[in-house]
């Protein structure tokens, strides 16, 4: 099914532990972006990228990495998890960002950091 | 950063009265959006609004871009058990291959039949 897959659907860390998690979509789509969502503060942008190679920050980017090798891809990587970081992540993609109904979410990746 | 400012923060109203929230903005934006969250899902757009003054329906909602473009209404009439989720408004600035999405804190809506 076309779409935005995130895995794992939820996820357990202990403070310090290191963990990817992973976000595919096969619509061909430049455009991918990371969000945390934490109650009561909607979704904010952690990183994004325009295209396979290029990377950029967004507005809450410190304790996360990402890398995009292929179009398809966009990993968001936690080098030293902390118990800050507990929230719920959505990874969402567009053609191109001006395509607005074109935004696909995923269903989001529940991670909790003790 | 530019900020949204939604309200109300919940809201808990009978089945078949009509829903009214709003967003504000430090700063403009060129494009104005609406999405709804179910819970366990990502973000579904229902509206985007592109020019100042704009009033869009698609179905039982009405949403408007402001014409100072700092700000856009939301309203559901005839609300309905499933219209319960949160409700996240959303502003753009696109240019060139930029145009990131900033998220409101959202309005929770519950709908007693």
């Known amino acids: 099914n076309a779409g935005v897959t995130q895995t794992p659907k939820f996820q357990v860390l202990k403070t310090g532990q290191s963990m990817t998690l992973q976000c595919a979509q096969d619509?061909?789509?430049?455009?991918m972006s990371w969000y945390r969502q934490d109650p009561g503060m909607g979704l904010r942008l952690i990183h994004y990228s325009v295209g396979a190679g290029i990377t950029d920050q967004g507005e809450v980017p410190n304790g996360y990495n990402v890398s995009r090798s292929t179009t398809e891809d966009f990993p968001l990587r936690l080098l030293s998890a902390a118990p800050s970081q507990t929230s719920v992540y959505f990874c969402?993609?567009?053609?191109?960002?001006?395509?607005?109904?074109?935004?696909?979410f995923g269903s989001g990746t529940r991670l909790t950091v003790v | 950063g530019q900020q949204l400012n939604q309200s109300p923060q919940s809201m808990f109203i009978q089945e078949g009265e009509d829903v009214s929230m709003n967003c504000t903005s430090s700063?403009?934006?060129?494009?104005w959006l609406w999405y709804k969250q179910d819970p366990g899902e990502g973000p579904v757009l229902l509206i985007a609004l592109y020019k100042a003054g704009e009033l869009t329906s698609n179905g039982r909602l009405t949403a408007q871009f402001g014409i100072t473009r700092k700000d856009s209404f939301l309203n559901i009439s005839a609300s309905i058990p499933s219209d319960v989720g949160i409700y996240f408004c959303a502003g753009q600035n696109y240019g060139g291959s930029q145009g990131n999405l900033i998220f409101g804190k959202g309005t929770k809506l519950s709908v007693k039949p």
């Open positions: 619509m061909n789509h430049e455009y």
């Open positions: 700063s403009i934006f060129n494009t």
């Open positions: 969402a993609s567009v053609s191109k960002p001006g395509n607005l109904y074109g935004y696909t």
